[in-house]
């Protein structure tokens, strides 16, 4: 089982900044690929960053492209989304997740754990 607690979010007004964190436990073999989704009111959950462990690729949301940073700290097990120029269209539950894939794992459902989600809130 791997234990995934996201902690960073709050309200921010647009063209703001936000670091969302990310700390993980239990058996590293099965996060191999770590993602952020998020999920707006009335919206599907959608991907916004990912990153491979063992090398450090990234991939990301075309829209976020640019704006958000996904990185990790080995030896705190931690992964971070840093998110600069906010707009109101961010707002949404982000949710750490973590995928026992070795490819590029983007869908929801190529994800085997999740935490209980942030809440980031972007005021225009």
């Known amino acids: 089982q791997v234990q995934l607690v996201e902690s960073g979010g709050g309200l921010v007004q647009t063209g703001g900044s936000l670091r969302l964190s990310c700390a993980a436990s239990?058996?590293?073999?099965?996060?191999?690929?770590m993602g952020w989704f998020r999920q707006a009111p009335g919206k599907e959950r959608e991907f916004v960053a990912g990153?491979?462990?063992?090398?450090?690729?990234?991939s990301y949301l075309d829209s976020v492209q640019g704006r958000f940073t996904i990185s990790r700290e080995n030896a705190q097990n931690k992964v971070y989304l840093q998110m600069n120029s906010l707009k109101p269209e961010d707002t949404a539950l982000y949710y750490c997740?973590?995928?026992?894939?070795?490819?590029?794992?983007?869908?929801?459902?190529?994800?085997?754990?999740w935490g209980r989600g942030t809440q980031v809130t972007v005021s225009s």
């Open positions: 239990g058996r590293t073999f099965s996060r191999r690929y």
């Open positions: 997740a973590a995928s026992t894939m070795m490819g590029r794992a983007t869908r929801a459902e190529e994800y085997d754990f």
């Open positions: 990153l491979r462990w063992s090398d450090g690729y990234t």
